[in-house]
């Protein structure tokens, strides 16, 4: 069964500061690894989507990385701001399309 | 706009009173599926589907159906809700051709059972 680590739970940084949020799993047969936002409350918004068979996917201040073989990505964001402040899921996608989530980490950027 | 449309948001029932979560989208995905997230667990998966007439449960099935009748919608029925079904649920849909997929997210709909 598959599971999915992110580490930390929490990460307060200043505002400018260059990030990088963790997120490991136990079965390297994956289909993509996604990372979403959720602000307080709300829904999920796609961030990045990385397929099995790339390294990494760039958006504006965020890259995202995929090592499948050692189980692990990374959310890197580049000079933080107040409006990153939010919940960041990972979330791994195995067979029949179904989408195993992280806990999350709570980040908060502040000013 | 391509979306997925959840209804209502927000909604506040009594416990055994049977109730019924729309979900829709516009983007022609034949995958569907729903997921409750709640405090301390994260996300998972409740029921999914692969196309009109295909469904099957997930991780957390019991005290729901669903039913898949149009490619476009999805809803979540609760026979006779229970307060431990309190919670934020999420519909979510992707397309399956092609290998790669990437899903898109209903704003999602506050449950209290009370």
């Known amino acids: 069964k598959q599971e999915v680590t992110q580490i930390p739970a929490a990460l307060s940084v200043p505002e400018g500061e260059n990030l990088v949020l963790n997120c490991s799993f136990t079965d390297s047969a994956i289909y993509n690894l996604q990372w979403f936002r959720q602000d307080p409350g709300k829904g999920l918004t796609s961030l990045l989507l990385i397929q099995s068979s790339q390294r990494e996917q760039t958006s504006g201040r965020l890259n995202a990385s995929l090592d499948k073989s050692s189980g692990r990505s990374t959310l890197y964001i580049a000079a933080s701001q107040p409006g990153d402040s939010a919940t960041y899921l990972c979330a791994v996608g195995g067979s029949n399309y179904k989408l195993t989530f992280g806990k999350g980490t709570l980040l908060t950027v502040n000013p | 706009e391509a979306q997925v449309t959840q209804n209502p948001r927000y909604l506040i029932t009594v416990t055994g009173k049977k109730l019924t979560v729309t979900c829709s989208q516009n983007?022609?995905?034949?995958?569907m599926s729903w997921y409750r997230q709640d405090p301390g667990l994260g996300l998972r998966q409740i029921y999914y589907?692969?196309?009109?007439?295909?469904?099957d449960k997930g991780d957390v099935p019991e005290g729901y159906k669903v039913s898949r009748k149009e490619k476009r919608n999805f809803p979540l029925i609760l026979e006779s809700p229970s307060p431990n079904q309190t919670s934020l649920y999420f519909c979510?849909?992707?397309?399956?051709?092609?290998?790669?997929?990437?899903?898109?997210f209903g704003s999602g709909t506050r449950l209290t059972v009370v």
């Open positions: 979510a849909s992707s397309f399956t051709k092609g290998g790669g997929y990437g899903y898109t």
């Open positions: 983007m022609n995905h034949e995958y």
């Open positions: 589907s692969m196309n009109v007439e295909v469904t």
